[in-house]
Protein backbone atom coordinates (compact mmCIF):
# COMPACT_ATOMS: atom_id res chain seq x y z
CA UNK A 1 0.00 0.00 0.00
CA UNK A 2 1.41 3.28 -1.06
CA UNK A 3 1.26 6.34 1.66
CA UNK A 4 0.64 9.56 -0.28
CA UNK A 5 0.22 13.00 1.40
CA UNK A 6 -0.96 15.75 -0.55
CA UNK A 7 0.42 19.19 0.15
CA UNK A 8 -2.20 21.77 -1.16
CA UNK A 9 -5.94 21.32 -1.11
CA UNK A 10 -7.43 23.75 -3.56
CA UNK A 11 -8.36 23.40 -6.99
CA UNK A 12 -6.23 20.32 -8.28
CA UNK A 13 -4.84 18.88 -4.56
CA UNK A 14 -8.49 18.10 -3.61
CA UNK A 15 -8.90 16.11 -6.45
CA UNK A 16 -5.72 14.23 -7.09
CA UNK A 17 -7.09 13.36 -2.99
CA UNK A 18 -10.27 11.67 -3.79
CA UNK A 19 -8.44 10.19 -6.85
CA UNK A 20 -6.25 8.47 -4.27
CA UNK A 21 -8.52 7.00 -1.69
CA UNK A 22 -10.51 5.43 -4.86
CA UNK A 23 -7.34 3.64 -5.48
CA UNK A 24 -6.54 -0.29 -4.29
CA UNK A 25 -2.92 0.16 -3.69
CA UNK A 26 -2.60 3.58 -2.40
CA UNK A 27 -3.49 5.25 1.11
CA UNK A 28 -4.20 8.71 1.66
CA UNK A 29 -2.19 9.71 4.91
CA UNK A 30 -3.77 13.04 4.96
CA UNK A 31 -3.58 16.49 3.36
CA UNK A 32 -2.58 19.77 4.38
CA UNK A 33 -4.01 23.57 4.65
CA UNK A 34 -2.74 26.54 5.00
CA UNK A 35 -5.70 28.14 7.10
CA UNK A 36 -9.41 26.89 7.68
CA UNK A 37 -11.22 28.07 4.28
CA UNK A 38 -14.34 26.07 2.39
CA UNK A 39 -11.94 23.57 1.05
CA UNK A 40 -10.61 22.83 4.79
CA UNK A 41 -14.11 21.87 5.64
CA UNK A 42 -14.46 19.55 2.43
CA UNK A 43 -11.71 18.10 3.83
CA UNK A 44 -13.33 17.54 6.84
CA UNK A 45 -16.44 16.28 5.03
CA UNK A 46 -14.54 13.66 3.90
CA UNK A 47 -12.57 12.40 6.74
CA UNK A 48 -9.18 13.11 5.42
CA UNK A 49 -6.53 14.51 8.08
CA UNK A 50 -5.44 18.29 8.20
CA UNK A 51 -1.98 18.96 8.31
CA UNK A 52 -1.35 22.82 8.78
CA UNK A 53 1.28 24.84 7.08
CA UNK A 54 1.73 28.20 8.58
CA UNK A 55 2.15 27.90 12.42
CA UNK A 56 0.12 31.00 13.33
CA UNK A 57 -2.50 30.12 11.58
CA UNK A 58 -3.38 26.92 14.29
CA UNK A 59 -5.48 28.47 16.86
CA UNK A 60 -7.45 29.61 13.50
CA UNK A 61 -8.14 26.22 13.00
CA UNK A 62 -9.41 25.46 16.90
CA UNK A 63 -11.43 28.49 16.33
CA UNK A 64 -13.22 27.09 13.63
CA UNK A 65 -13.72 23.82 15.57
CA UNK A 66 -11.33 21.84 12.75
CA UNK A 67 -8.96 19.56 14.66
CA UNK A 68 -5.39 19.58 12.68
CA UNK A 69 -3.09 16.31 12.71
CA UNK A 70 0.05 17.75 13.02
CA UNK A 71 2.32 20.08 10.86
CA UNK A 72 4.13 19.44 7.19
CA UNK A 73 7.40 17.91 8.53
CA UNK A 74 4.93 15.29 10.67
CA UNK A 75 2.98 14.33 7.33
CA UNK A 76 6.01 13.52 5.85
CA UNK A 77 7.56 11.68 8.29
CA UNK A 78 4.18 8.77 7.41
CA UNK A 79 4.54 9.02 3.78
CA UNK A 80 6.11 7.61 0.57
CA UNK A 81 5.35 10.31 -1.96
CA UNK A 82 4.23 13.71 -1.54
CA UNK A 83 1.98 15.42 -3.98
CA UNK A 84 3.01 19.21 -4.39
CA UNK A 85 -0.18 21.02 -5.13
CA UNK A 86 0.60 24.05 -4.05
CA UNK A 87 0.21 27.37 -5.87
CA UNK A 88 2.63 27.87 -8.80
CA UNK A 89 6.24 28.59 -7.97
CA UNK A 90 5.89 27.55 -4.20
CA UNK A 91 6.68 24.14 -5.01
CA UNK A 92 10.79 25.02 -5.55
CA UNK A 93 10.62 25.70 -2.07
CA UNK A 94 9.46 22.96 -0.79
CA UNK A 95 11.32 20.52 -2.07
CA UNK A 96 14.20 20.85 0.30
CA UNK A 97 11.61 19.97 3.27
CA UNK A 98 10.99 16.84 1.09
CA UNK A 99 14.69 15.70 0.58
CA UNK A 100 15.38 16.13 3.99
CA UNK A 101 12.44 13.95 4.78
CA UNK A 102 13.81 11.49 2.47
CA UNK A 103 10.45 11.86 0.54
CA UNK A 104 9.53 11.30 -3.30
CA UNK A 105 7.49 14.02 -4.78
CA UNK A 106 5.35 14.89 -7.47
CA UNK A 107 5.09 18.44 -8.41
CA UNK A 108 2.54 19.98 -11.05
CA UNK A 109 2.55 22.23 -13.96
CA UNK A 110 3.25 25.53 -12.58
CA UNK A 111 6.74 24.50 -11.35
CA UNK A 112 9.58 25.08 -14.03
CA UNK A 113 10.32 21.51 -15.54
CA UNK A 114 14.10 21.67 -13.80
CA UNK A 115 11.90 21.54 -10.27
CA UNK A 116 12.10 17.63 -11.20
CA UNK A 117 13.98 14.52 -12.87
CA UNK A 118 11.63 14.48 -15.33
CA UNK A 119 8.56 15.95 -16.72
CA UNK A 120 5.16 13.19 -16.88
CA UNK A 121 2.92 12.24 -18.98
CA UNK A 122 0.96 8.40 -19.09
CA UNK A 123 0.87 8.06 -22.74
CA UNK A 124 4.75 10.18 -23.55
CA UNK A 125 6.96 8.82 -21.53
CA UNK A 126 6.10 6.49 -18.55
CA UNK A 127 8.93 4.60 -17.81
CA UNK A 128 11.53 7.92 -17.73
CA UNK A 129 9.59 8.26 -14.22
CA UNK A 130 9.80 4.73 -12.68
CA UNK A 131 11.73 5.59 -9.22
CA UNK A 132 12.92 8.63 -9.78
CA UNK A 133 12.66 10.77 -6.97
CA UNK A 134 11.06 13.74 -8.14
CA UNK A 135 8.99 13.79 -11.16
CA UNK A 136 6.40 16.98 -12.28
CA UNK A 137 3.25 16.16 -13.82
CA UNK A 138 2.94 18.94 -16.89
CA UNK A 139 -0.31 21.27 -16.76
CA UNK A 140 -3.09 21.02 -18.49
CA UNK A 141 -2.75 22.25 -21.56
CA UNK A 142 0.32 20.38 -21.80
CA UNK A 143 -0.95 17.44 -20.72
CA UNK A 144 -3.86 18.08 -23.69
CA UNK A 145 -1.62 18.06 -26.15
CA UNK A 146 0.74 15.28 -25.27
CA UNK A 147 -2.77 13.08 -25.07
CA UNK A 148 -3.47 13.76 -28.69
CA UNK A 149 0.14 14.62 -30.17
CA UNK A 150 2.05 11.55 -28.79
CA UNK A 151 -0.45 8.57 -30.33
CA UNK A 152 -0.04 10.38 -33.29
CA UNK A 153 3.84 9.99 -33.63
CA UNK A 154 3.16 7.05 -33.50
CA UNK A 155 1.31 6.88 -36.81
CA UNK A 156 3.85 8.62 -39.02
CA UNK A 157 6.41 11.71 -39.44
CA UNK A 158 5.27 14.70 -37.68
CA UNK A 159 6.68 18.04 -39.45
CA UNK A 160 5.96 21.67 -37.89
CA UNK A 161 3.37 21.75 -35.30
CA UNK A 162 1.56 24.70 -34.40
CA UNK A 163 -0.82 25.22 -31.73
CA UNK A 164 -2.88 28.41 -30.78
CA UNK A 165 -4.12 28.02 -27.64
CA UNK A 166 -7.50 30.16 -26.26
CA UNK A 167 -6.88 29.83 -22.71
CA UNK A 168 -10.08 30.53 -19.61
CA UNK A 169 -9.25 33.32 -17.86
CA UNK A 170 -9.22 31.78 -14.12
CA UNK A 171 -10.78 29.03 -12.41
CA UNK A 172 -14.34 28.67 -11.80
CA UNK A 173 -13.54 29.58 -7.95
CA UNK A 174 -11.30 32.63 -8.71
CA UNK A 175 -13.37 35.86 -7.86
CA UNK A 176 -10.94 38.19 -8.33
CA UNK A 177 -9.28 37.06 -11.71
CA UNK A 178 -9.99 38.43 -15.12
CA UNK A 179 -10.05 39.99 -17.68
CA UNK A 180 -13.92 40.06 -17.45
CA UNK A 181 -14.63 41.63 -21.31
CA UNK A 182 -11.70 41.16 -23.17
CA UNK A 183 -9.67 39.07 -25.20
CA UNK A 184 -5.84 39.72 -23.90
CA UNK A 185 -2.64 38.03 -25.90
CA UNK A 186 0.15 36.19 -24.25
CA UNK A 187 2.72 38.50 -25.27
CA UNK A 188 5.88 36.12 -25.22
CA UNK A 189 5.33 34.93 -28.62
CA UNK A 190 6.00 31.57 -28.90
CA UNK A 191 4.07 30.82 -25.96
CA UNK A 192 5.83 28.50 -23.27
CA UNK A 193 3.43 25.44 -24.28
CA UNK A 194 5.64 24.36 -26.63
CA UNK A 195 8.98 23.69 -24.74
CA UNK A 196 7.08 22.79 -21.77
CA UNK A 197 5.16 19.69 -24.40
CA UNK A 198 8.81 19.02 -25.89
CA UNK A 199 9.95 17.58 -22.38
CA UNK A 200 7.52 15.00 -22.48
CA UNK A 201 7.75 14.58 -26.45
CA UNK A 202 11.38 15.76 -27.19
CA UNK A 203 11.79 14.84 -30.51
CA UNK A 204 9.22 17.44 -31.90
CA UNK A 205 9.22 20.40 -33.81
CA UNK A 206 6.76 22.80 -31.99
CA UNK A 207 5.31 26.54 -32.22
CA UNK A 208 2.49 27.54 -29.63
CA UNK A 209 0.68 30.98 -29.56
CA UNK A 210 -1.89 31.85 -26.95
CA UNK A 211 -4.75 34.49 -26.04
CA UNK A 212 -7.06 34.63 -22.62
CA UNK A 213 -10.24 35.26 -22.63
CA UNK A 214 -13.07 36.07 -20.32
CA UNK A 215 -14.43 32.48 -19.34
CA UNK A 216 -13.85 30.03 -16.88
CA UNK A 217 -14.87 26.36 -17.62
CA UNK A 218 -12.31 25.13 -20.37
CA UNK A 219 -9.65 25.84 -22.30
CA UNK A 220 -9.62 25.03 -26.28
CA UNK A 221 -6.93 24.58 -28.90
CA UNK A 222 -6.65 24.86 -32.43
CA UNK A 223 -4.29 22.32 -33.65
CA UNK A 224 -2.10 22.10 -36.85
CA UNK A 225 0.16 19.29 -38.20
CA UNK A 226 2.56 18.85 -41.08
CA UNK A 227 2.33 15.47 -41.80
CA UNK A 228 3.51 13.07 -44.62
CA UNK A 229 1.55 11.43 -47.32
CA UNK A 230 0.78 8.66 -45.39
CA UNK A 231 -1.78 10.05 -42.95
CA UNK A 232 -5.56 9.98 -43.69
CA UNK A 233 -8.25 11.35 -41.47
CA UNK A 234 -9.73 7.91 -40.80
CA UNK A 235 -6.12 7.10 -39.35
CA UNK A 236 -6.39 9.51 -37.01
CA UNK A 237 -10.13 8.98 -35.94
CA UNK A 238 -9.45 5.64 -34.95
CA UNK A 239 -6.15 6.40 -33.05
CA UNK A 240 -7.61 8.72 -31.40
CA UNK A 241 -10.65 6.40 -30.52
CA UNK A 242 -8.88 4.12 -29.38
CA UNK A 243 -7.46 6.20 -26.56
CA UNK A 244 -10.09 6.02 -23.43
CA UNK A 245 -8.62 9.44 -22.37
CA UNK A 246 -9.71 10.78 -25.56
CA UNK A 247 -13.27 11.62 -25.94
CA UNK A 248 -14.42 12.24 -29.75
CA UNK A 249 -17.06 14.20 -29.82
CA UNK A 250 -19.31 15.75 -32.98
CA UNK A 251 -21.24 19.45 -33.13
CA UNK A 252 -23.95 17.76 -34.98
CA UNK A 253 -24.66 15.79 -31.90
CA UNK A 254 -24.75 19.29 -30.04
CA UNK A 255 -21.51 19.75 -28.11
CA UNK A 256 -21.55 23.30 -30.19
CA UNK A 257 -18.91 25.21 -27.70
CA UNK A 258 -17.35 24.37 -24.51
CA UNK A 259 -20.39 24.96 -22.69
CA UNK A 260 -22.46 21.82 -23.65
CA UNK A 261 -19.21 20.07 -22.99
CA UNK A 262 -19.42 20.30 -19.24
CA UNK A 263 -23.18 19.85 -19.26
CA UNK A 264 -22.61 17.02 -20.68
CA UNK A 265 -19.68 16.26 -17.98
CA UNK A 266 -21.83 17.53 -14.69
CA UNK A 267 -24.31 14.38 -16.09
CA UNK A 268 -21.80 11.73 -15.76
CA UNK A 269 -22.34 11.76 -11.72
CA UNK A 270 -18.39 11.84 -11.23
CA UNK A 271 -16.60 13.95 -8.69
CA UNK A 272 -16.80 17.67 -8.86
CA UNK A 273 -18.44 17.36 -12.26
CA UNK A 274 -15.18 16.30 -13.60
CA UNK A 275 -14.32 15.67 -17.57
CA UNK A 276 -10.95 13.82 -17.37
CA UNK A 277 -10.81 12.96 -20.64
CA UNK A 278 -9.69 15.48 -23.78
CA UNK A 279 -12.77 16.00 -25.91
CA UNK A 280 -11.52 16.33 -29.54
CA UNK A 281 -14.52 17.73 -32.16
CA UNK A 282 -14.20 14.80 -34.81
CA UNK A 283 -15.86 17.32 -37.40
CA UNK A 284 -12.85 19.30 -36.84
CA UNK A 285 -10.65 16.97 -37.95
CA UNK A 286 -9.38 17.35 -41.51
CA UNK A 287 -5.89 17.29 -43.61
CA UNK A 288 -5.73 19.13 -46.66
CA UNK A 289 -2.60 19.91 -48.69
CA UNK A 290 -0.65 17.59 -45.97
CA UNK A 291 -1.87 19.69 -43.09
CA UNK A 292 -3.84 17.77 -40.08
CA UNK A 293 -6.56 20.34 -38.33
CA UNK A 294 -8.03 19.97 -35.24
CA UNK A 295 -9.91 21.70 -32.01
CA UNK A 296 -9.62 19.90 -28.53
CA UNK A 297 -10.87 21.30 -25.51
CA UNK A 298 -9.10 20.80 -21.76
CA UNK A 299 -11.18 20.60 -18.63
CA UNK A 300 -8.26 22.33 -16.58
CA UNK A 301 -9.14 21.36 -13.12
CA UNK A 302 -9.40 17.99 -13.95
CA UNK A 303 -7.54 16.76 -17.02
CA UNK A 304 -4.27 16.25 -15.05
CA UNK A 305 -5.92 13.88 -12.29
CA UNK A 306 -5.78 10.64 -13.91
CA UNK A 307 -2.00 11.39 -14.87
CA UNK A 308 -1.15 12.22 -10.97
CA UNK A 309 -2.21 8.94 -10.04
CA UNK A 310 -0.03 6.94 -12.93
CA UNK A 311 2.79 8.96 -11.55
CA UNK A 312 2.39 7.74 -8.30
CA UNK A 313 2.34 4.41 -8.97
CA UNK A 314 5.82 4.98 -11.72
CA UNK A 315 7.91 7.03 -9.06
CA UNK A 316 7.00 4.15 -6.52
CA UNK A 317 7.86 1.51 -8.93
CA UNK A 318 4.67 -0.04 -8.02
CA UNK A 319 3.91 -0.57 -11.86
CA UNK A 320 6.20 -1.00 -14.35
CA UNK A 321 4.45 -0.96 -17.23
CA UNK A 322 2.40 2.52 -17.61
CA UNK A 323 -0.74 0.83 -19.77
CA UNK A 324 -1.60 -1.44 -16.98
CA UNK A 325 -1.06 1.75 -14.68
CA UNK A 326 -3.79 3.82 -16.92
CA UNK A 327 -6.12 0.96 -17.15
CA UNK A 328 -6.34 0.88 -13.14
CA UNK A 329 -6.71 4.31 -13.15
CA UNK A 330 -9.17 4.77 -15.62
CA UNK A 331 -11.04 2.02 -14.08
CA UNK A 332 -11.50 3.78 -10.34
CA UNK A 333 -12.60 6.85 -12.29
CA UNK A 334 -14.92 5.90 -14.46
CA UNK A 335 -13.38 6.35 -17.64
CA UNK A 336 -14.65 3.87 -20.69
CA UNK A 337 -12.03 1.68 -21.81
Not at 70 to 81: A, C, F, I, R, T
Not at 235 to 249: A, G, Q, Y
Amino acid sequence: MIRVGVNGYGVIGKRVAHAITLQDDMKLVGITKTKPDFNALTAVNKRHPIYYVVPENVDLFKQHEIEVSGKLEDLLQEVDVIIDATPKNVGIFNKPLYEKAGVKAIFEGGEKADVAQCSFNTYCNYNEALNKDFIRVVSCNTTGLARTIGPLTKLGKLGKIRVVLIRRAADPVESKKGPINAIVPEFKVPSHHGPDLKTVLPGIDIVSVAVVVPTTIMHLHTVMIEVDGSFTRDDVIETFRKIPRIKLIDSNEGFASTAEIMEYARSLGRYMGDLYEIPVWKDTINIKDGELYYMQAVHQEAVVIPENIDAIRAIMGAEQDGEKSRKITDKSLGIDD
